[in-house]
């Protein structure tokens, strides 16, 4: 999983040297969007593996699962937030949630 992830930042340093403007204006709309508010910063991970599974993203999963889990997220959050996914993405996304256990086993979820 963290292959993916080391995919993503390379994706980023290559639009980065096309289009930094693309790049900035994408990086301030995601931290934007991840920032604390209402929402703890956990909880809209949790939302992120939720949308990843049921958009059937690696990339996210990967991404996502790893910064829920620097966020405190158990497990069985994460899972659950996977769960929540199947319930909206049906049967082609509980294929994914096997990405999301690969990502917690990887990264040490407890």
């Known amino acids: 999983m963290q292959g ?4 993503l930042e390379t ?9 930094p403007e693309f ?3 994408w990086s301030a709309l995601s931290a934007q969007g991840g920032k ?3 929402l703890s910063v ?3 991970e949790l939302i992120c593996i939720a949308i990843g599974v049921a958009s059937r993203c690696n990339y996210c999963i990967a991404a996502h ?3 829920a889990l620097l966020q405190g ?3 069985r959050e994460i899972l659950e937030a996977g769960f929540v996914a199947v319930k909206m993405g049906g049967g082609p996304s509980l294929g994914y949630l096997s990405q999301v256990i690969a990502a917690c086993d990887e990264f040490g979820a407890k």
């Open 23 to 25: 790049l900035a204006a």
């Open 4 to 7: 993916y992830i080391d995919q």
């Open 65 to 67: 699962v790893k910064k």
């Open 42 to 44: 956990k909880t809209k």
């Open 73 to 75: 997220a158990t497990r």
């Open 11 to 19: 994706m980023r340093e290559e639009v980065g040297k096309i289009d």
């Open 36 to 38: 604390e508010g209402m």
